[in-house]
């Protein structure tokens, strides 16, 4: 006799959706958010005066209760899985990551957690769990449910009603309590089996191929989901349910329901994981980066974290959470371009730390941050208008090429690599008033970094010079100021060239 050899082993049933709400009210039920789910859909579900949540359970009492099925898997299931990873994993920092879950799951575990839920946590947190607590914003159904009266040999029916109402009939409400549910319980098998079967079911809701990645039991992965579940600060800085946040259109494959936050951050943690000299990856490779969780990645991590965390304090995203969209300060480049800003100046492993003016030990030496913050924003925001500068866009409004708000419609290698170069160059431009208005210390400023930004901006020429005017390995160079100091020149790049000292001497005599 032949049989199938099983990933998963599930044990199908039917009980009671009271049984299950009690269940879950019980926390007998929990969710495991840093790994194995998508976000819960609350918005979705409450828009509209609940109209998702109320169709969900107009549909569900009246006959699919028998078609949709509840997925679980027994929490000690997971707790094996992760001591069996702790037990295998030879690096102490994922090490680390491990016993942090294993001691939430013991916790859960203790507190009378018997399953984790792996697919029906709206169904049952935003639908069936407020209807029986009777705690729904919105009773009033689209169409009333139908009770056959056997006495009265009639068709009753109700209507814009909590379950705990008085005078709701005891006889109607358990009806309601019974209805048959199907439960789905899984004893044994691969947690990523578990993984792929979630991923399967779901075909309502299509999964892009990050979404389907984070929720693996992975180092970074549970990193990255940690913060976004339970951290305020991040949490105040992209939105989730409750908070607005404060970074415009996470919409599309940036949706928050769909983890946009989540996946914004894994990229930033590609591109500084190879010091921005490789983009912000693909949809493939930052996958991939995520399955491998390594301990370079996880470092990394570490540090967009402090980016983070940085930007959002300094904004004040907790108080400032419930801002419109109109005004939130933030775009998604924005928040990309301040990371790659703050890397240039503190990290020596940057692509252009060595050639950025301002370098900073530390993030907590730039003494004004919320105004050089609101500088940058202001800048971004006009380098991408073509009403403030339009010289940088053509025809049908479309951006020209080399410039910013050209490349910050890409994230590719070539983009990140002029984008930075854009920074940088913005960077040199305030570096003396920043100095002057005391937002950053005068030893945190070098200006002969500058000489590399201004060969750029020369095209490694020296202007002053005729005929072989390109620059030599061994050439010594000076900075000069095409309208004086003492005229009123400034140190912006744009009164900035990079020169032969003789030609400099020459110029220099004359004024």
Request: aromatic share 12%; charged share 25%.
């Amino acid at each position: 006799m032949l049989s199938i050899r099983k990933e998963v082993d599930i044990h199908p049933g039917l009980s009671t959706v009271g049984n299950l709400y009690q269940m879950a009210n019980q926390g007998k039920i929990v969710v495991v958010s840093e790994w194995l789910q998508r976000l819960q859909q609350s918005k979705k579900w409450r828009a509209k005066s609940g109209t998702k949540t109320k169709s969900f359970l107009y549909s569900f009492f009246t006959g699919s209760s028998d078609i949709t099925p509840f997925y679980f898997i027994e929490i000690g299931l997971l707790i094996q899985y992760v001591e069996s990873e702790i037990q295998k994993e030879t690096d102490n920092i994922r090490k680390i990551i491990f016993q942090d879950l294993l001691e939430k799951l013991l916790l859960d575990q203790s507190n009378n957690a018997e399953y984790v839920l792996l697919d029906g946590q709206n169904r049952l947190f935003e639908g069936i769990v407020p209807f029986f607590q009777g705690t729904l914003k919105n009773n009033s159904y689209k169409r009333p449910f139908h009770f056959f009266d056997d006495e009265k040999d009639e068709w009753v029916k109700y209507n814009d009603f909590k379950y705990t109402d008085i005078d709701l009939p005891q006889e109607v409400k358990e009806i309601f309590y019974n209805t048959r549910v199907v439960i789905a319980q899984g004893v044994a098998g691969s947690i990523d089996s578990y993984v792929d079967s979630i991923v399967d079911m779901n075909n309502g809701e299509p999964w892009t191929l990050f979404e389907s990645t984070i929720i693996r039991p992975k180092a970074l992965c549970y990193l990255i989901n940690k913060d976004i579940f339970r951290d305020p600060i991040i949490q105040a800085l992209f939105g989730n349910d409750e908070l607005e946040g404060s970074i415009r259109d996470m919409s599309g494959a940036y949706e928050i329901q769909k983890k946009g936050d989540a996946r914004m951050i894994a990229e930033l943690v590609y591109g500084l994981g190879h010091n921005f000299t490789s983009g912000l990856g693909s949809e493939e490779t930052v996958s991939n980066m995520l399955l491998d969780s390594d301990n370079h990645f996880v470092m990394a991590y570490d540090k967009v974290k402090k980016y983070l965390d940085f930007i959002s304090n300094t904004l004040k995203c907790l108080i400032n959470a419930n801002n419109g969209n109109t005004v939130k300060p933030l775009d998604k480049n924005a928040l990309r371009n301040l990371i790659m800003l703050f890397d240039m100046m503190v990290n020596p492993s940057n692509c252009y730390y060595r050639n950025c003016p301002i370098k900073v030990r530390t993030l907590s030496e730039i003494k004004q941050p919320h105004t050089i913050i609101e500088q940058f924003i202001r800048w971004h925001d006009e380098k991408n208008d073509k009403k403030a500068t339009p010289q940088d866009f053509g025809k049908n409004d479309k951006p020209k090429p080399d410039t910013y708000a050209f490349n910050n419609r890409g994230t590719n290698k070539d983009n990140i690599d002029e984008r930075l170069h854009f920074i940088n160059e913005w960077v040199a431009n305030n570096a003396e008033d920043w100095v002057v208005k005391s937002y950053i210390m005068s030893d945190s400023v070098n200006y002969r970094d500058y000489k590399i930004i201004l060969q750029k901006e020369n095209g490694y020429k020296d202007k002053y010079t005729k005929g072989n005017s390109k620059f030599g390995l061994r050439d010594s160079l000076h900075i000069d100021h095409v309208k004086p100091r003492k005229s009123g020149g400034t140190n912006e790049v744009d009164n900035l060239v990079v020169t032969r000292p003789k030609p400099n001497l020459i110029k220099s005599d004359r004024y």
